[in-house]
């Protein structure tokens, strides 16, 4: 299939081959900074910009990893890379501000890694409202030699973008139109209805959104699919409500096909537990792309966002021609890897009730703090409430639990017996001790390259000790997080 791009500031028309990705794309179109390191969005070798509609601005410069991205996925879209970065407000080469402090203090060595550094770097460096530097923008960028002093040092130098920049001009301007749709393989529906005939009619049609699961199933495992239908841009999957009822009730519904980075700044701060899980999962060259429903899609065990919406008590939301159901998540999955969505059915939207547990908390036990994969995943909402004697913060009873788990078993799960071990209990490190050693026993660990089983229980046990230790001595009133 064709491929028309405005790539660097120029349009681009080049066939694409079936399964080819993006970074393949653009070098064999002369741009070899990007390259391949890992095949599988760990390393940042690959970064590149493409420009996407805002949420602070009309048009934001977001960084995405080319190597799962597929070429068709270009369509239609605005791209800068490395060198296209190299650019003046008059349209001469010269250094980007981010490329000229990467060189200045050191930043670049054998300079593999650089470019996709500085894609990262370019986007928080126009990212709107920007004051300071957020590092976890370069959370996703992995260095081999250099070091990471000097790359640091040159992105907290950066100042504001000056005003006559090109590509600071660009975030001002109307965002990007709809993608183009090609034909063939990959298919890309402007609307929720026409996605859910294609998948009708085509009981092997594979439906994705961020690519960040598929993409390394095709790079590393040769997956390929006779038809894909790209459903990331759905206007229907990308929205954000919240709705309010009596008491306090009411929900907050997070479209699926919202990237997780919209929905952390988008929720900003407001539903605490995923405040805290979101800033954890993968680094923010994934978040920028993977989506809550591809993630509960693929319905992986390990998956970080399963266990903190069990306990949340979520509901997922179905769509398909016959109409929407709704499905709690703690009834969502069925086996490993799989789910109670028919083939037919996208998932439009995840639900949250309200009003949200009191004091929550997100453990991800794994060898990195970030970009890595969890060995275990514990996520705790409870309810707690005085108990009328007036002993201060101690003086608490539990009123309800919820305790999601990932990592232990074939899916996500809840941890029913160690809820029932704490609801009606006073919240005491005696009770804590008794549900630690029946949170230990919950699920069916297994041992793995990540963990033990012996570990993973260990674990489990010692998540909630952890809680009760980090809630109590802070004085915490309820309602706050852990």
Same mark, same amino acid.
């Given at each position: 299939m064709e491929v028309s791009a405005l790539v660097n500031g120029e349009p681009r028309t080049a066939p694409a081959r079936a399964h080819e990705n993006a970074l393949d794309w653009l070098r064999e179109r002369g741009l070899t900074g990007a390259k391949e390191g890992c095949a599988e969005g760990e390393c940042g070798a690959c970064a590149v910009l493409v420009a996407r509609p805002g949420i602070d601005a009309p048009t934001e410069w977001v960084a995405v990893n080319a190597c799962l991205l597929p070429a068709a996925a270009l369509a239609g879209q605005e791209v800068r890379t490395a060198e296209g970065l190299a650019l003046g407000a008059d349209g001469r080469p010269g250094l980007h501000p981010v490329q000229r402090e990467m060189a200045e203090r050191g930043g670049s060595q054998c300079g593999y890694c650089t470019p996709g550094f500085i894609c990262s770097m370019a986007a928080e460096y126009y990212r709107p409202g920007r004051e300071g530097f957020d590092h976890h923008a370069l959370s996703g960028n992995l260095c081999r030699c250099t070091g990471y002093r000097p790359i640091v040092e040159a992105a907290e130098a950066l100042g504001?973008?000056?005003?006559? &920049?090109?590509?600071?001009? @660009?975030? @001002?301007?109307? #965002?990007? $139109? /709809?993608?183009? $749709? #090609?034909?063939?393989?990959? =298919?890309r529906p402007a609307a929720l209805p026409a996605a859910l005939r294609l998948l009708a009619e085509d009981p092997d049609a594979v439906p994705v959104a961020g690519w960040t699961d598929a993409g390394v199933e095709a790079n590393l495992k040769g997956t390929r699919h006779e038809r894909v239908v790209a459903i990331d841009r759905l206007p229907e999957l990308r929205t954000l409500t919240w709705t309010d009822g009596p008491d306090r009730s009411g929900a907050v519904e997070i479209g699926a096909a919202l990237t997780l980075t919209e929905v952390e700044r988008g929720l900003d701060g407001r539903v605490p537990l995923l405040a805290q899980t979101l800033p954890q999962f993968a680094s923010r060259l994934i978040r920028n792309t993977a989506t809550i429903g591809g993630n509960l899609g693929t319905g992986s065990p390990i998956g970080d966002l399963a266990p903190a919406l069990l306990a949340l008590d979520a509901e997922v939301?179905?769509?398909s021609l016959e109409g929407e159901r709704t499905v709690r998540l703690d009834r969502y999955f069925t086996g490993y890897r799989t789910s109670v969505r028919r083939p037919a059915e996208l998932i439009r939207a995840v639900r949250v009730p309200l009003p949200l547990a009191g004091a929550t908390a997100f453990h991800k036990i794994a060898k990195r703090r970030f970009d890595d994969i969890s060995s275990v995943a514990v996520a705790i909402a409870l309810d707690l409430v005085d108990d009328g004697s007036g002993a201060g913060p101690g003086g608490r009873v539990v009123r309800g639990a919820r305790i999601g788990l990932g990592g232990v078993a074939a899916t996500p799960i809840r941890a029913l017996a160690t809820e029932a071990a704490l609801v009606d209990q006073p919240w005491t490190e005696?009770? =804590?001790? @008794?549900? $630690?050693? =029946?949170?230990?026993?919950?699920?069916t660990p297994?041992? &793995?390259? @990540? $963990?033990? /089983?012996?570990?993973r229980t260990a674990m489990l046990g010692q998540a909630l000790r952890r809680f009760h230790a980090e809630l109590e001595p802070a004085g915490q009133a309820e309602g706050s997080p852990a």
């Open positions: 504001p973008a000056p005003e006559d &920049d090109p590509l600071l001009r @660009r975030t @001002r301007e109307e #965002p990007p $139109a /709809a993608p183009a $749709a #090609p034909t063939g393989w990959f =298919v939301v179905l769509a005696e009770t =804590v001790e @008794r549900a $630690a050693t =029946v949170l230990a026993g919950e699920g297994m041992d &793995d390259h @990540r $963990a033990s /089983a012996a570990y």
